[in-house]
């Protein structure tokens, strides 16, 4: 099959055998994006054409979806992975998502890992809130604690899953936290979009598919990829309320009005430095448990002596810290843990 580089939103009518993202179709209407449209025959179309000759990977998607098994998608970002990921689900080619990009989750927010059954999942919804289990990371780059985020991939992960990796591709230590994650998952197939990964993981004996980049794809710059995570907190945090919780929840045992001891150190909550350590928390990006599974994501601040947490999760009983704050913009920053003594 021919392969067609287009961006939508855009209407496509095919004469013969034609499919996008492993839906076979006549006529399709695709939302904004970029796609490969594999056809035989004649197309019509009123797309906008990327000039390119892109490798047809619903082929590629069809082949490997006949088997069975975990199947791993391994790569930098802005090279397909999600792309590819999405064919195999749209092709049922197994029972489970696993989204491990913390940078940009497509099934709940940065700084989480998810699962989603392929039953919950839309063609061509690249981004929707459809998780069934969430882990919740605490960063948007797995190099700030890659034995955790292994973990946290490794326990989601089913018989037949698929699994879109994020892209920290760079470097040995990268290297190493792709071999160790390999060899948690155990999966029956890696399927990568670069030759140099593809070189490096076939000396470990798994089935490795190369698959080959398209031309002419734009890649999202550091602003846009800021932006993009920006307004996926700003969807989630609209509407949300301000639930009050205990400071001793998160501080420890309170001795004073602003201070608290928490296994023989001190933490106070003003900027005056007397005590171990001070921590004055404004919309700290947290990640919220109910009987021990993480169900959602909330903003923990500081009023005060009143502690809250705003979040559009109706019940609770658990908060885990993350490593930054959301700003009025919904930008992350570092989160500010002084060490006043030693």
């Known amino acids: 099959m021919r392969g067609l580089l287009v961006k939508g939103p855009c209407t496509v009518k095919s004469?013969?055998?034609?499919?996008?993202?492993?839906?076979?179709?006549?006529?399709?209407?695709?939302p904004e994006g970029t796609y490969t449209i594999c056809y035989e025959g004649n197309l019509s179309h009123n797309c906008e054409v990327i000039p390119s000759e892109p490798q047809c990977w619903d082929e590629i998607a069809r082949e490997i979806a006949s088997t069975s098994g975990k199947y791993l998608i391994v790569g930098p970002g802005d090279t397909g992975k999600s792309y590819f990921s999405r064919t195999l689900v749209n092709l049922k080619a197994a029972e489970t998502l696993v989204d491990a990009d913390v940078g940009q989750n497509s099934l709940f927010l940065p700084g989480f890992i998810a699962s989603a059954s392929i039953k919950k999942l839309r063609p061509f919804r690249f981004h929707q809130l459809a998780f069934d289990r969430l882990k919740f990371f605490g960063s948007i780059t797995p190099s700030s604690n890659p034995k955790l985020h292994m973990e946290q991939v490794a326990s989601l992960v089913v018989k037949n899953s698929i699994v879109d990796l994020d892209g920290w591709t760079h470097g040995f230590m990268a290297f190493r936290h792709k071999i160790e994650l390999i060899e948690l998952v155990d999966p029956d197939y890696i399927i990568t979009t670069t030759r140099e990964i593809a070189r490096s993981l076939r000396a470990l004996g798994k089935r490795v598919v190369e698959l080959r980049q398209p031309e002419g794809i734009t890649k999202r710059d550091r602003e846009r990829r800021r932006a993009f995570r920006a307004s996926a907190y700003r969807a989630y945090f609209m509407g949300s309320r301000q639930v009050a919780v205990s400071p001793e929840v998160i501080?420890?045992?309170?001795?004073?009005?602003?201070?608290?001891?928490?296994?023989?150190?001190?933490?106070?909550?003003?900027?005056?430095?007397?005590?171990?350590?001070?921590?004055?928390?404004?919309?700290?990006?947290?990640?919220?448990?109910?009987?021990?599974?993480?169900?959602?994501?909330?903003?923990?601040?500081?009023?005060?002596?009143e502690l809250s947490v705003e979040t559009p999760v109706e019940k609770f009983d658990g908060i885990m810290l993350g490593s930054f704050r959301l700003n009025e913009f919904y930008e992350e920053q570092p989160v500010t843990l002084r060490r006043c003594k030693g």
Do not use: H, N, Q, W
């Open 15 to 30: 004469e013969g055998k034609a499919s996008v993202m492993g839906v076979e179709f006549e006529e399709i209407t695709l």
């Open 251 to 305: 501080m420890g045992t309170r001795v004073a009005e602003s201070l608290f001891e928490a296994l023989g150190e001190t933490v106070e909550t003003s900027d005056e430095c007397l005590a171990s350590f001070s921590f004055v928390p404004d919309r700290v990006y947290v990640g919220l448990t109910l009987k021990g599974e993480v169900i959602g994501a909330g903003l923990l601040s500081l009023r005060g002596e």
